[in-house]
């Protein structure tokens, strides 16, 4: 089976901090791994995404995330936080050669000017 | 703006009856995917269309059936709906089938059965 956990539900952070996102899945094969983002009543959007080749991903708006399969984390940062950055985050897992994709339970992030 | 468009934005309906939710996937997408998104199950994967034919079944309900037609586009049918049916329901589409495809989410379909 695969899931992830998603650890914190709700994260807060100043503007111009650093924004850290965390992440674990459990997979018993090589999983491909997401980072989506939900602004307030808006679709999902695709941040970045792990699918076997470099560990470390960079995704849009300065995200990056490293994938480290000895903790079996996925967790998703960024050096300097912006207002336009509060948005709700999931992390999402998909089997290889699976097509449906599963979701993390989020983590709002709330930015403080 | 992702290209997927979905139809209507917002629908209140009552318990029992049946309703359609639309969507047109992004220009050249040959896959369609059905999430639903509420406050109790979080997002859940429900079904993908690849090309007209259904490739994938998640946590779809009995009562829920969709398909995809000649022209790519798909219909989400949910029937003797439930209070609990009440969520927002996205579309998305990708050029293929298969995680490495990146999915663009439509702004969903937001319903409510009172």
């Known amino acids: 089976a695969q899931s992830v956990t998603q650890l914190d539900s709700h994260v807060s952070v100043s503007e111009g901090t650093p924004v850290l996102l965390r992440c674990n899945y459990s997979s018993s094969y090589s999983p491909s791994l997401f980072w989506y983002v939900q602004h307030p009543n808006k679709g999902l959007q695709l941040l970045l995404k792990?699918?076997?080749?470099?560990?470390l991903v960079k995704g849009i708006n300065g995200f990056e995330a490293e994938f480290k399969k000895s903790e079996t984390s996925f967790h998703l940062t960024k050096p300097s936080a912006h207002m336009s950055d509060a948005a709700e985050y999931f992390c999402?897992?998909?089997?290889?050669?699976?097509?449906?994709?599963?979701f993390g339970t989020g983590t709002r992030l709330t930015v403080i000017p | 703006d992702s290209g997927v468009t979905q139809t209507p934005k917002h629908l209140i309906t009552a318990t029992g009856q049946r309703v359609t939710l639309r969507c047109s996937p992004r220009s050249g997408d040959l896959s369609v995917y059905w999430y639903q998104q509420s406050l109790d199950q979080g997002l859940q994967f429900l079904i993908q269309?690849?090309?007209?034919?259904?490739?994938a079944k998640g946590n779809i309900l009995e009562r829920f059936s969709a398909q995809q037609f000649p022209d790519l586009h798909s219909e989400l049918n949910l029937s003797s709906l439930e209070l609990g049916d009440s969520a927002l329901y996205f579309c998305?589409?990708?050029?293929?089938?298969?995680?490495?495809?990146?999915?663009?989410f439509g702004p969903g379909t937001r319903l409510t059965v009172t």
């Open positions: 792990y699918t076997s080749a470099a560990t």
């Open positions: 999402v897992v998909s089997l290889t050669g699976a097509n449906n994709l599963f």
């Open positions: 998305a589409s990708s050029a293929s089938s298969g995680p490495h495809y990146e999915q663009y």
């Open positions: 269309y690849y090309n007209g034919e259904e490739r």
